[in-house]
Structure formats: C-alpha cells, structure tokens
C-alpha cells in the first residue's frame, strides 16, 4: 500500500481528528468536573485579583486555540500534500470521476 | 440615573444606518440571486477570512453578548461556563465535521447523510431535528428582541418582534445566502470593534490591567465572585450542560449551512480556523466586560433595570461611554438579533424546500424556478412563523430557550452526522432512529425537567432531575444510532460509504 493510497489518508487523518478531538474534550472536561467536584480548589486565589478558576478558565480558550492552530498546521502541510497524491494517482489509474451535480462557480 | 427605556436618538440613528447599509447590500446581492446555487450558497464564492466572520456572526448571538455579559456581572465566575463551553465546540466541529460535510454535501447537513444513506426517510428525520433546534433558537431570539427594543428605544414589544421579521425577510428573501453572509460581516466586525472599545474603556479605569478589576469585584462583592458558586450546584448536570455547549455546536443546522458558501474543503477549514480565533477573542472580552459591569454600574443597579441582568453590558456602555456610546452598543446589539434571525430563516428555508419539498416530494425533478419560489415561499412562512412565536412566547426566560437548542442539536443531529462521516456500518434505520429519538428525548426531558416544571409551571418537584438534558438524550442518540445498525445491518450501505470515501477527502473532482 503506497502512502498515498486512500486508506493511508483516511486513516492519518481520523488518527489527527480524534487525536486532537480527545485532547479537546480531556481538556474540557477535566475543566468541567473541577467546577462540578471541587469548587474550593478553584476558588483558591493565585494571585491577587486571580483565581485558579479563571486562570484555568482562559488556559481552556487558549488551549482551544493552539489546537486548532495544530490541526491547520498538519492540515495544510501533511494532509494537502497527500490528497495532492491521491487526485493525481486516482486519474493516472482511471478511476470514474464524478461528476459535479449543480456545483457552483 | 440612566437613560435606557428612553428613545435614543443616536441609538435610532446608528441602527437606521445599519438597516440602510445593509439593505443597500441586499439589492446589490438580489442582483446576483439568480439560481439556487446562490440562494443557499452565495454561489460558493465566500473567501475563507469573510466565512470566518460570518460564522462568528451568526455564532455571537444576543445570548453571547448581552447574556454572558448580564451571567457574569450577577453570579462571577459561573457565567464563564458558558463562554468557554461555546468556544471548545469550535475546535470539535473543525476536526470532525468542516471538510467532510463541504465535500459531502451541497447546501444542507442533511446532504451528507443523504449522500450515503437511503434519501427519503434520511432526510424526513434530519428535517425534524433541524426544524425543532431553529424554531427554539429563533424564539429565543425574537423574544429578545422584543425585550431589547422595548428597554433601549422605548418601542412595544410587539411593534419590535414585527420589525424585526420584517427587516429580516428583506434580506433573505431579495439577498439569499450573499445578503445574509455579507450582514453578518457587518455585524461581527461592528460586534467584535464594539465590544473591544468597550473593554477597553473599561480597562482604561484599571491601568489596564484585567487583575486590578478582577480584585476590585472581589473587594465590592467578596472572593466568591472569583468562584464556581450556585449556578451549577448538581456535579451530573455540570457535565450534562458541559456536554450540550459542546457538542451542540457541531448540530447548528445555521452553522453547519455556511461551510457550503465558500469554494472548497480547504477554504472551510481555513475560515474555522478564523472564526475560532474571533469567538475565543469574544468571550475573553466576556470576562472584562461581566466583571467591568459588575465593579462599574453594580449588581443592583443592573437587576434593577432586567432581573435577569441582560442589560449589564448596555448599561456599562452607557457608565463608561455616555449615551452615545449606549446608542452605538445598542443598535450593535439589535444588528446582532437581526443578523442571527435571518441565518437561522435561511437555513429553515434550505430545509423546508430543499430538503423536503424538492428532495422529498418532488424526487429531485423540479427546475431551478421552482426551487427558488419554494424556498422563497418557506422564507416568508417562516417570517410569519417566528413574529407569532415572539409574540406568543413574550416574557419566557430566553437562555433557557438557546440552552434547549443546543440540547436538542447535539441530540438530534450531531450523532448521526458524526457517525455518518466516520462509521461505515450506520445504517438508514439507525440514523433515522437516532435523529428521531434524540430530538424527542431532548425535548421531553426538558419538558420534565426542573427548568419547566418548577420555574416556568410552579410545580414544587421535576421528574427528571437534570437541568440539561445532553447526558442522557445525546447518549441514547449515539446508542440508538450504533445499536439499531448493528442489529439491522445494511451491506449495500456500507458499499456505498467505500464508493464516497474519495469524496469525503477530495470532494466533486471535475474533470478538466
């Protein structure tokens, strides 16, 4: 199976996908069930003006952020390369090309 | 002592600039609404860095701005929840859902699962989630409309709600899928500058230094602000509500729609990538703006005006801005309504005709004539529609409303269409069941819930204990989906998820 083939770019990409999606919902939800189980370790004040709550709170959106950030980065280099691969390859091997129905310009 | 409830001519003045501007765009746009390519899809022909605007307009609704704003200026650190749990559904519908659905699908999130799966019965059972999440969203947000118009002009409530429907009609009707796009843009930037500048004035007070104004609330009204505190008392619903702001995003039948405007897949993960960094930005302001509120105007003054402290951020304006800057925010505020109202229109436009009158009914015969009057028609149905349901539903509480729809979009459609991208074995059965039994078990479990039965009925217990429904009904979605195709399973629909494997990566291939 050559790395360009479908299944090797299928399954790279969902391996990424759930990867990051996992990361996400850990960081979330590990956010969540301090809130829900142990308010007073949130409440502790870091600095002055500062909770651990809010600290962490924002820590979620710039984590949210980088994510992303990551999966365009893998998207744009690894992921396009290989589906540069895989147009070119699928019409050297004749396969049907489908029609576009209605697509627009 | 403050000004609102009274007309302001300013406010009056900005928010007949932001209809004549955005009028104007719907002339220029029903130039070009000709096919129905257009009408649904802006003729595929938003760059990635407008779509991004785009779905933080439609995103950043009256909930985020004045709701979130309103939370965290009465209770502190619980209306964070919030802020964050809206932001993390982004990356979600990114990874999952962005690429997939635009090279699946033309002009609905119904098209994807239609692709692969029987057409009829597939798109009957999507029609209905996707009808149930946008009658609640707009009822939220027409009720809030009525509320905002009726506090900052001084209009009645009724006169508000048919202003609003009417306005919003022109664009969708004359501009299709170009207006609307376009006065999102308007809004978001005129929402985004808005919230920044008032930020900004806050912070001006504090040194700008976001710590000083946090000690301060914390001084005024003790260290618990900084806290999680009695909004989410039960550990099982935290997780539930944790569960639907995620998860509910990727099932926005008005989101999942703008990933068909632009030109390709790449183009659709780009204008995430936008649209997350904007809405992260956007709630981080939420933190200033709740706590400068809070410090600035004071929690009486604020629920003295609106119990519900939706007139904090309005207020605020006004505190540190004068009532010009009140007249700005506010007709900012009622942009960000309308915006949102005419998506949504869209979107239930899209699934009446094209879903269900052209797909359904007509088995895909009818001409692009046909198409378009269909989907015209079901804009105005729906215009009608929504000015009644703001009317009949004036005085409910509104977040509970945009809570439910996001319960009932991570019920009713986030489970089918995640499977339906990833799962070879889903079947027609199972996606129709787990499309059915999600929207019904979202909305009888809030109908049975504490939100219903004691706030709203005076019933003094709930048979269902949770206030969120997300646990229980998105798990039964994702179980009755996996379940029922199992048991019944269906070899030719497998064979035909290997025939669109191709597709889903590298969309319609022309051929050159």
């Given at each position: 199976m050559s790395s360009h083939s479908l299944e090797a770019v299928s399954a790279a990409r969902w391996r990424v996908a759930l990867s990051l999606t996992v990361a996400m919902m850990a960081v979330y939800f590990g956010f969540v069930l301090l809130v829900a189980f142990n308010k007073p370790l949130l409440g502790t004040v870091v600095a002055r003006g500062l909770s651990l709550g809010m600290l962490l709170g924002a820590l979620v959106i710039l984590v949210a952020w980088a994510l992303t950030w990551i999966y365009i980065r893998w998207a744009n280099t690894h992921y396009d390369a290989s589906l540069r691969g895989l147009r070119s390859t699928g019409r050297a091997q004749g396969e049907p090309v489908r029609h576009a129905q209605g697509e627009g310009r | 002592m403050t000004s609102l409830g009274e007309p302001n001519a300013l406010a009056i003045t900005f928010f007949i600039l932001f209809i004549a501007s955005s009028l104007g765009i719907t002339i220029w746009a029903s130039r070009k609404t000709t096919t129905t390519d257009h009408f649904y899809a802006a003729g595929r022909s938003v760059t990635a860095l407008q779509n991004g605007l785009a779905l933080a307009g439609d995103y950043m609704s009256a909930a985020s701005f004045l709701g979130i704003a309103g939370l965290v200026a009465v209770s502190g650190f619980d209306g964070l929840i919030y802020s964050i749990g809206w932001l993390v559904g982004w990356p979600v519908v990114m990874f999952l859902i962005a690429e997939p659905l635009r090279n699946l699908g033309r002009y609905t999130f119904a098209d994807v699962l239609a692709a692969r799966l029987r057409q009829t019965p597939i798109r009957i059972a999507a029609s209905i989630g996707a009808l149930a999440v946008i009658t609640f969203y707009l009822i939220a947000q027409m009720v809030g409309a009525g509320n905002l118009i009726r506090l900052l002009f001084g209009l009645p409530y009724e006169a508000a709600v048919v202003i609003v429907g009417a306005v919003m009609l022109a664009y969708v009707l004359f501009g299709g899928m170009l207006a609307t796009t376009w006065v999102q843009i308007v809004k978001a930037v005129l929402l985004l500058g808005g919230a920044t500048l008032l930020a900004g004035l806050v912070l001006a007070r504090f040194s700008f230094n976001p710590l000083a104004l946090f000690a301060e609330a914390s001084d005024m009204y003790g260290a618990e602000v900084l806290s999680p505190g009695?909004?989410?008392?039960?550990p099982i619903d935290a997780v539930s509500l944790g569960l639907a702001l995620m998860l509910g995003t990727a099932g926005l039948p008005h989101i999942l729609m703008r990933f068909y405007t632009v030109r390709d897949a790449k183009t659709a993960r780009t204008s995430v990538g936008y649209a997350t960094a904007f809405i992260g930005f956007f709630y981080l302001l939420t933190f200033v703006l709740g706590f400068g509120a809070m410090v600035i105007i004071g929690r009486e003054a604020i629920t003295a005006v609106d119990a519900g402290g939706n007139m904090a951020a309005p207020l605020l304006a006004e505190g540190v801005g004068g009532t010009p800057f009140l007249g700005f925010i506010s007709a900012v505020a009622f942009a960000t309504i309308l915006a949102v109202v005419a998506g949504l229109t869209l979107s239930g436009a899209a699934t009446l005709s094209h879903d269900l009158w052209v797909s359904v009914f007509r088995g895909d015969k009818a001409d692009q004539r046909e198409q378009l009057v269909v989907a015209r028609s079901a804009t105005v149905l729906l215009a009608i529609v929504s000015i009644l349901l703001g009317i009949t539903f004036k005085g409910q509480n509104v977040a509970y409303m945009v809570g439910l729809a996001f319960a009932i979009a991570a019920s009713a459609n986030f489970p089918a269409l995640v499977l339906s991208i990833f799962?070879?074995?889903?079947t027609t059965r199972g996606a129709q069941f787990s499309m059915i039994s999600g929207t019904v078990s979202a909305l009888v479990l809030i109908f049975l819930s504490p939100t219903i039965q004691v706030d709203v009925l005076g019933n003094a217990d709930a048979w269902f204990p949770l206030r969120n429904p997300g646990i229980v009904s998105i798990s039964l979605s994702f179980a009755v989906a996996i379940g029922v195709s199992l048991m019944w399973p269906a070899a030719s629909e497998a064979k035909r998820f290997d025939e669109l494997e191709r597709q889903l990566h590298l969309g319609v291939e022309h051929v050159d």
């Amino acid at each position: 199976m050559s790395s360009h083939s479908l299944e090797a770019v299928s399954a790279a990409r969902w391996r990424v996908a759930l990867s990051l999606t996992v990361a996400m919902m850990a960081v979330y939800f590990g956010f969540v069930l301090l809130v829900a189980f142990n308010k007073p370790l949130l409440g502790t004040v870091v600095a002055r003006g500062l909770s651990l709550g809010m600290l962490l709170g924002a820590l979620v959106i710039l984590v949210a952020w980088a994510l992303t950030w990551i999966y365009i980065r893998w998207a744009n280099t690894h992921y396009d390369a290989s589906l540069r691969g895989l147009r070119s390859t699928g019409r050297a091997q004749g396969e049907p090309v489908r029609h576009a129905q209605g697509e627009g310009r | 002592m403050t000004s609102l409830g009274e007309p302001n001519a300013l406010a009056i003045t900005f928010f007949i600039l932001f209809i004549a501007s955005s009028l104007g765009i719907t002339i220029w746009a029903s130039r070009k609404t000709t096919t129905t390519d257009h009408f649904y899809a802006a003729g595929r022909s938003v760059t990635a860095l407008q779509n991004g605007l785009a779905l933080a307009g439609d995103y950043m609704s009256a909930a985020s701005f004045l709701g979130i704003a309103g939370l965290v200026a009465v209770s502190g650190f619980d209306g964070l929840i919030y802020s964050i749990g809206w932001l993390v559904g982004w990356p979600v519908v990114m990874f999952l859902i962005a690429e997939p659905l635009r090279n699946l699908g033309r002009y609905t999130f119904a098209d994807v699962l239609a692709a692969r799966l029987r057409q009829t019965p597939i798109r009957i059972a999507a029609s209905i989630g996707a009808l149930a999440v946008i009658t609640f969203y707009l009822i939220a947000q027409m009720v809030g409309a009525g509320n905002l118009i009726r506090l900052l002009f001084g209009l009645p409530y009724e006169a508000a709600v048919v202003i609003v429907g009417a306005v919003m009609l022109a664009y969708v009707l004359f501009g299709g899928m170009l207006a609307t796009t376009w006065v999102q843009i308007v809004k978001a930037v005129l929402l985004l500058g808005g919230a920044t500048l008032l930020a900004g004035l806050v912070l001006a007070r504090f040194s700008f230094n976001p710590l000083a104004l946090f000690a301060e609330a914390s001084d005024m009204y003790g260290a618990e602000v900084l806290s999680p505190g009695r909004l989410v008392t039960d550990p099982i619903d935290a997780v539930s509500l944790g569960l639907a702001l995620m998860l509910g995003t990727a099932g926005l039948p008005h989101i999942l729609m703008r990933f068909y405007t632009v030109r390709d897949a790449k183009t659709a993960r780009t204008s995430v990538g936008y649209a997350t960094a904007f809405i992260g930005f956007f709630y981080l302001l939420t933190f200033v703006l709740g706590f400068g509120a809070m410090v600035i105007i004071g929690r009486e003054a604020i629920t003295a005006v609106d119990a519900g402290g939706n007139m904090a951020a309005p207020l605020l304006a006004e505190g540190v801005g004068g009532t010009p800057f009140l007249g700005f925010i506010s007709a900012v505020a009622f942009a960000t309504i309308l915006a949102v109202v005419a998506g949504l229109t869209l979107s239930g436009a899209a699934t009446l005709s094209h879903d269900l009158w052209v797909s359904v009914f007509r088995g895909d015969k009818a001409d692009q004539r046909e198409q378009l009057v269909v989907a015209r028609s079901a804009t105005v149905l729906l215009a009608i529609v929504s000015i009644l349901l703001g009317i009949t539903f004036k005085g409910q509480n509104v977040a509970y409303m945009v809570g439910l729809a996001f319960a009932i979009a991570a019920s009713a459609n986030f489970p089918a269409l995640v499977l339906s991208i990833f799962w070879r074995g889903l079947t027609t059965r199972g996606a129709q069941f787990s499309m059915i039994s999600g929207t019904v078990s979202a909305l009888v479990l809030i109908f049975l819930s504490p939100t219903i039965q004691v706030d709203v009925l005076g019933n003094a217990d709930a048979w269902f204990p949770l206030r969120n429904p997300g646990i229980v009904s998105i798990s039964l979605s994702f179980a009755v989906a996996i379940g029922v195709s199992l048991m019944w399973p269906a070899a030719s629909e497998a064979k035909r998820f290997d025939e669109l494997e191709r597709q889903l990566h590298l969309g319609v291939e022309h051929v050159d």
